[in-house]
């Protein structure tokens, strides 16, 4: 029985031609064995073996999601007219454009990008951005000439119009949430006021402010402060301020605070001197 089950087993596992690691294990400390019981043991570990290489390969982890890859390429002007020239690159996991800078290009010179794929490249023409050309991957190292026309395909001119279109309202979204504009919306009024120091050397300072709809313990600013230089805050009417003994916006220091004022109307353009 055991001499038909190592055999089985052996047929299976044996791969390599010669006698494999097992093999040579089981041979060189247990030669004395009788060749049944030696197969036998041959056949479980190589079974062991081939168990244990399955389950390790059945677990095996995805690898990690790649990072948006950069390109480089160099743009030039052969003309004596300057152009005003935007690198914007685009995120397909935000579906608008993350990263880019605008760039004065001058009369017959030349600008070197490195930027994350793809960039799209636009030129102001008549007050307006103008699309002239995208740069993907496989472009990497190319030149191209801000007068030159190059082939767009309809996915991009869609892909930058919708990148456009969620930009605006992703600016529009952070507009919504300013101090300014919820305070209108609640019809409260904005006051203007000023906080210096009181002494003629700066000094370090941190103040927090508490808006009047809501406890945010991170607004506020920390900065040096001295007669000379000064902070401007426009607060809307029902703002508490407060003086902390230190980084209030570090959750990990502790700090105490004193009341300094609650904006009203009465203190617009009021000049505020830290003790």
């Known amino acids: 029985m055991i001499q038909d089950v190592s055999n089985h087993v052996l047929k299976r596992f044996r791969v390599f031609k010669g006698e494999t690691l097992t093999h040579q294990f089981i041979n060189k400390h247990f030669k004395n064995m009788k060749t ?111 007068n030159n026309e190059y082939q767009i395909t309809r996915e991009q001119y869609l892909e930058a119009a919708r990148a456009e279109m969620n930009q605006r309202n992703f600016e529009k979204a952070k507009d919504d949430n300013s101090i300014e504009n919820i305070a209108q919306k609640k019809g409260l009024k904005l006051v203007k006021i000023n906080i210096k120091g009181s002494s003629w050397f700066p000094s370090m300072a941190h103040i927090r402010y508490e808006l009047p709809w809501g406890k945010d313990n991170q607004l506020g600013f920390s900065g040096s402060l001295s007669k000379f230089n000064g902070r401007d805050l426009t607060l809307p009417i029902g703002t508490k301020i407060y003086q902390c003994s230190d980084k209030f916006w570090d959750s990990s220091t502790k700090f105490t605070e004193k009341l300094l004022l609650t904006v009203d109307e009465k203190k617009s353009d009021l000049t505020l001197v830290l003790n």
């Open 36 to 146: 049944q019981i030696k197969n036998f043991l041959i056949a479980c570990l190589s079974f062991i073996s081939f168990m244990s290489h399955a389950q390790t390969g059945s677990h095996s982890t995805e690898p990690a999601p790649k990072e948006q890859s950069r390109v480089s390429f160099t743009i030039k002007n052969p003309s004596l007219k300057s152009e005003m020239v935007d690198f914007k690159s685009y995120s397909a996991a935000n579906e608008r454009f993350t990263a880019g800078y605008g760039y004065g290009l001058n009369g017959l010179a030349s600008h070197a990008v490195n930027l994350p794929v793809p960039v799209y490249v636009f030129v102001e023409k008549n007050g307006k951005n103008e699309l002239i050309f995208v740069v993907t991957e496989k472009d990497n190292g190319k030149t191209y000439n801000v």
